[in-house]
């Protein structure tokens, strides 16, 4: 019960909200019970024939709690909705903001698929959490209580009668539903987020799905888990059918009942005959308090198995923490690794092995190495989406580690070796760099970059949006959306890490030349597996194994002609000059 419990905490932020929509349900309740209790009264009472002036109060009592009913019942769902969607609201924003500072290393294990459920389907099942099992019970505690006294007055078995069977209707088959409904309403869930995560992996997938020939494997796996799921909902059904009828028949058997219970007293006059059709039928609709008090306990779990979904996620300690020193930083940073070492676990091998680093501000430096050296894991650590154990870096002084990554991440211009676009416009995709940029300072970046002329050959020009991942855009073109974000942010060092994979050879160039005449004034650490346009470069650290093998500048390497030489022949054999 420690996720109810904390879900109840969650959503006590709108405590007002909660308190005024219990008050709008039970007097909806009361409503109902009065307008039907004094039809019954005026309608038995003019079976009679008494004069107009004496069915007065009774004719306006009908038509006020009629009005009532339907007043508070409009106000209720207003109330209660609006206090429901504002915790949605802040429940996604709670979870994000969780969510932020794990990235990238506390999720690198997880599917995007699954986090994709987590933050939208889990969320979605909680945000009815409110609705159907906070409020119900509360309103049928108040509603039961004033009824049970109500009828309690003219007799004490009408008030136990009516208590006893709301009890079996509002506590005794909700403990049913929750007993049988557990395991079934965990498994909704969980296969719901299976479903989600297959659709969004066929979606994602479906090029690589159709060109190996696997789209009957695709189909039937994903077939397999719809009919899991629509058989555990079919058995959700058929428990939720039984126990309907069980609490319908509970209602009606509360009426025969106190039928029977009021006949004797009306035939000994301790009851006005009149009020025998008011006890009937206002403690037959007083059930509409506890009627949702069954379904409250399917939605329990499911709300429970959704809230442990989340709270696994978002209870994991960032591996770096978000506290740390502001940079005392001017235009200029200066960078010096000594001595660092890493591993991604106590019981896996060093990446990096002593580990030495000299970057001035305005120097070049060249990492360079085969696939797997420790090349990707140093731009990592730079900006903090790791923490290094052994060793130090500092930042113009300044241990890396004691500073907060925003401060860190503020002095890189980063071009990754993947490329990250939104599937939003070119324009907000290059204005990640400086959010408050203006147009035309964007476009000057994109100039600089080489991509102002084909953007602006396209129909909408930079209010044209680039598709799924960027995918309506060459990975050329990706990369030079990249250059024109770290050109826009400006940022004293730029950190480029990979930038030419996957492009061909002569796109690979102009992205060199445009990263070269980019740094100008700046600094930049380059990070390659590639020899073209280092030779521009103050330094060039060659790495193998985690472990530096060569450094020094490009003409002393090649007379050296150890790794770094033979690295740059055999591009220089496969690759077009």
Known sequence: MKVAKRLVSFSLIMWKGIVLSVVLG????????????????????AALHPSVAELQVAIVGVRFFGISRGVFRYLERLVSH?????LLAKMREWVYVALEPLAPAGLQDRQ?????????????????????VIAPPLVAILSTTSVVWFFGRWSWQFGLTILGLQIVVGIVIPLVSR????????????????????AVEGVQGNAEIVMFGEKEGFLQKFVSVEKDYDHTQRKMNVIQAILDGVSVFSTQLSALLLLFAAIPLVNVGNLDGRLLAVVVLGALVS?????????????????????????????QIPIVPEEGALLERGEKIDIEIKHLSFAYSQISDAVLNNFDLDLPFGQKAAIVGPSGAGKSTLFSILLR????????????????????????????GVISQSTYLFNTSILD???????????????????????????????????????????????????????????????????????TANLDTITARKVMEKLLGLSSGKSLLLITHQTHGLAQMDEIVYLDGGRVVERGTYEALVELKGHFYHMRQLEKDLLPT
């Not at 995007?112 to 159907?132: A, G, H």
Request: charged share 25%; hydrophobic share 40%; proline share 4%.
């Open 26 to 45: 039970w007097a909806t309740v009361v409503s109902w019970v009065a307008l039907m209790s004094t039809s019954a009264y005026l309608l038995s009472y």
């Open 82 to 86: 609006n206090v429901s969607l504002n």
């Open 112 to 132: 995007e698929s699954d986090l994709l459920s987590r933050m939208i389907n889990d969320v979605e099942t909680l945000q009815e959490f409110f609705v159907r």
């Open 179 to 198: 007993i049988l409904g557990k395991e079934p309403g965990q498994r909704l869930v969980q296969l719901r987020s299976k479903i989600n995560a297959a």
């Open 287 to 315: 059930f509409e308090s506890v009627a949702p008090l069954p379904k409250t306990f399917q939605y329990l779990e499911e709300s429970i198995e959704a809230g442990k979904r989340l709270f696994e996620l978002t209870d």
């Open 385 to 412: 989406y790791w923490d290094y154990m052994q060793g130090e870096v500092m930042l113009n002084g300044q241990e890396l580690r004691t500073l907060s990554p925003e401060a860190v991440r503020s002095v890189f």
């Open 429 to 499: 995709n290059i204005r990640l760099g400086n959010p408050k940029a203006s147009l035309e300072e964007v476009k000057e970046a994109a100039r600089f970059a080489e991509i102002d002329e084909f953007i602006q050959s396209l129909p909408q020009g930079y209010d044209t949006y680039v598709g799924e991942q960027g995918g309506f855009l060459s990975g050329g073109q990706r990369q030079r959306v990249a250059i024109a974000r770290a050109i826009l942010k400006d940022a004293p060092v730029i950190i480029a890490d990979e930038p």
